[in-house]
């Protein structure tokens, strides 16, 4: 294997002495230089200049176009978003708007109920005195009725009475003021 | 040696040896340059080489991966067009984090050059098809490296003093040096400016060099120890799979190496841009 190798390079120095340079390095040939120098300009100079004149403004422009696009959605999400805070404030200004509104219908309502419930109390009452005062004026009425019969059947009970014990007619106003004298 | 090899092609069949012979060419036959149409500009010669070649399918390449990925423009970018994208923003933040954002005007130049160095560097890795491709790694070759490594440094020069007028020179006199210690500094610095282009291109050079030449002499140790056959052959496991590790360390080195030109570029662009912020 050494020896293999030991032979591979002397075979190779011996290619090299016998090529076309003059020995050594490929790269030291300096006749070569020019074509090579020449080449580089060659296609360096095409490469530069389709780079310049149509690669990199192409990508360069689409780098840019995609930058402001996503910058300008970006813009347009913020606008958005200001749109729809806003319409959240408005709702919830209409929200509040309706909450009050409600509160002072429902106040009014209370009033007026109240008002109205309050009328028909009066009013019941109104009646319900009326009815009690009538009420009074009966019993009293029954009441001085019945003693007027009470009196009568005094007075008619005392005159037989007195007709019995002493078979003697009592005048009427006699009987009355006795009977009242009684009575008191 | 010739016995060796009488030994060798008497033992072993016709597909191994001719691989052995082919191995035997030895791992600096990769760098060779072989001219495939001679042309001259006056008393130049710049004949199209397998050097050029390679050039022109990095290139090639380059150009349609790119023109590939941009054709859609699309909102929402397919596969292609996000590793283009990615690329972008890759070496737009590193011009972007170097210079700052006046530095943008080199970003075109940057990015010619990271993906110019990084497709021959790539390109570079991949495997020959024996009777039909022969790789080449035009980053292996010092003349190229420099070549791209001066036009780096040429420029930061031009738009120093343009920028700046003389007062670029204020780049070899940093501030707060005692005044006895300033000649010193400026050679100091001045010397140090020079070595940018020479370390720039012997950086990229001597990486591409010394792993592709790792890479042959595992490559060929594989090919070696087959031959011998038997139970020696077995043991060719593991300089083949030594052979797939540097395989996968040269692809990290060739963006590493790419990344580390272009950064260095901007750095000293950097230079060029704001004067005296360093």
């Given amino acids: 294997m050494l020896h293999l190798a030991m032979a591979a390079a002397d075979a190779a120095a011996e290619s090299a002495n016998g090529s076309e340079s003059s020995g050594g390095l490929p790269q030291m040939d300096f006749s070569t230089y020019p074509s090579q120098i020449f080449w580089l300009a060659v296609t360096f100079g095409a490469l530069y200049w389709v780079m310049s004149s149509a690669i990199l403004p192409r990508l360069g422009g689409a780098i840019e176009d995609r930058r402001d696009r996503i910058a300008d959605d970006l813009d347009q999400a913020a606008e958005f978003r200001r749109e729809a805070e806003e319409a959240e404030k408005a709702y919830e200004a209409a929200l509040a708007d309706a909450r009050a509104k409600a509160q002072s219908i429902a106040a009014e309502t209370r009033a007026e109920v109240e008002a109205e419930v309050d009328a028909m109390q009066a009013e019941a009452d109104e009646r319900a005195a009326a009815d009690v005062a009538a009420a009074e004026v009966r019993i009293s009425e029954m009441k001085s009725k019945a003693m007027e019969n009470v009196r009568e059947a005094a007075a008619d009970v005392a005159r037989e009475i007195v007709g019995t014990l002493i078979d003697e007619r009592p005048t009427d106003e006699a009987v009355a003021s006795a009977v009242g004298r009684a009575i008191q | ?278």
């Fill in chain 2, 1 to 278: 040696m010739t016995t060796a090899l009488n030994i060798l092609s008497s033992t072993m069949g016709g597909l191994l040896e001719r691989l052995l012979r082919h191995q035997l060419a030895g791992p600096m036959e990769q760098f060779e340059i072989h001219r495939y149409v001679p042309l001259s500009l006056g008393a130049i010669d710049v004949s199209f080489t397998n050097s050029s070649l390679w050039m022109v399918v990095a290139t090639g390449l380059a150009a349609l991966f790119f023109f590939s990925a941009t054709r859609s423009r699309a909102l929402i970018p397919g596969r292609l067009q996000s590793v283009a994208e990615l690329t972008y923003d890759f070496v737009a933040d590193m011009v972007r984090g170097a210079i700052g954002q006046e530095g943008m005007k080199f970003f075109p130049f940057v990015f010619t050059l990271f993906i110019y160095i990084l497709l021959a560097n790539l390109l570079g890795l991949t495997p020959s098809i024996p009777g039909l491709t022969h790789t080449f790694t035009t980053t292996s070759h010092i003349a190229v490296t420099f070549g791209l490594a001066m036009l780096s440094i040429s420029i930061v020069i031009v738009y120093g003093f343009y920028k700046n007028g003389l007062g670029f020179l204020k780049l070899f006199v940093p501030s707060g040096v005692p005044p006895w210690l300033l000649p010193l500094i400026v050679l100091i610095e001045f010397v140090s400016f020079l070595s940018r282009p020479l370390s720039l291109a012997i950086r990229l050079f001597a990486n591409m060099l010394a792993g592709h030449i790792i890479l042959k002499v595992f490559a060929g140790f594989i090919i070696s120890l087959l031959g011998a056959g038997g139970v020696v052959g077995a043991i060719a496991i593991f300089p083949f799979l030594g052979t797939v590790a540097i395989t996968m360390l040269e692809l990290l080195v060739a963006f590493l190496q790419a990344y580390v030109f272009a950064i260095l570029t901007c750095i000293y662009l950097n230079d060029a841009v704001n004067v005296g912020h360093h």
